[in-house]
């Protein structure tokens, strides 16, 4: 069946660092891909999602691109804030499987001044 | 704002007890999902309702049972509450079922069972 794995957390990195959180995709079909973001005490809220393959989908400074080739989706962000510091969600959508969100465990992020 | 919302936020049962959680979206979507979060399990679906009318079980039904009262309002019973459903339960919409936009979610619900 479909599935998403992310790198392990948590994450620890200093104000201004680069940002990458790995996540890669067992998938049947072609799914549309998303990245979530969780802020403390609040429910999840969309990042960016990138629906075929080569797609990069952006916001809020972060990017992820779609590669269907090593079947990745690998969220990016040049220079963290203290205010990125949150639990991020990989999931994936397959529309031959019921189109139904399947999430990753999470990565939390901890960025310090 | 629109969007998603859920009741009670905090809810501590004792273990036998039943109770219901609420969730209402004002965003005309047709597709709603209950999903459970645990520590290092990530998100785990309950149950979904594709459309009004239907209802579906998801990864981990058991001990739970759903109602789509109409097109806004998708509720969550546990009808005798375990410490195993200690969890912070969301509800979440998406216009239908094949989510190319995403999901809405809502707070959270945050229920432990003693």
């Known amino acids: 069946g479909n599935s998403v794995t992310q790198m392990e957390g948590p994450v620890t990195l200093s104000e201004e660092a680069f940002l990458t959180i790995n996540c890669t995709y067992t998938a049947t079909g072609y799914p549309s891909l998303f990245w979530y973001v969780q802020y403390p005490g609040e429910g999840l809220q969309l990042l960016l999602k990138a629906t075929k393959a080569d797609d990069k989908g952006s916001n809020k400074g972060f990017e992820a691109t779609y590669r269907k080739e090593t079947t990745s989706f690998h969220l990016e962000k040049g220079s963290v804030q203290v205010s990125d510091s949150a639990v991020y969600f990989c999931?994936?959508?397959?529309?031959?499987?019921?189109?139904?969100?399947?999430f990753g465990q999470g990565t939390e992020l901890s960025v310090k001044p | 704002n629109a969007g998603v919302t859920q009741t009670p936020k905090f809810q501590v049962l004792k273990t036998g007890q039943s109770m219901t959680l609420q969730c209402a979206q004002d965003m005309n979507h047709n597709s709603m999902y209950w999903y459970r979060q645990d520590p290092g399990m990530g998100l785990r679906l309950i149950y979904y309702?594709?459309?009004?009318?239907?209802?579906d079980k998801g990864e981990v039904p058991n001990g739970y049972n759903v109602s789509r009262l109409n097109k806004r309002e998708f509720s969550l019973r546990l009808e005798s509450a375990a410490p195993s459903q200690t969890s912070v339960y969301f509800c979440?919409?998406?216009?239908?079922?094949?989510?190319?936009?995403?999901?809405?979610f809502g707070s959270g619900t945050r229920l432990t069972v003693v």
């Open positions: 309702s594709a459309s009004e009318g239907t209802t």
């Open positions: 979440a919409s998406s216009e239908n079922r094949l989510a190319n936009y995403g999901y809405t």
């Open positions: 999931a994936l959508s397959d529309k031959n499987q019921g189109g139904k969100l399947i």
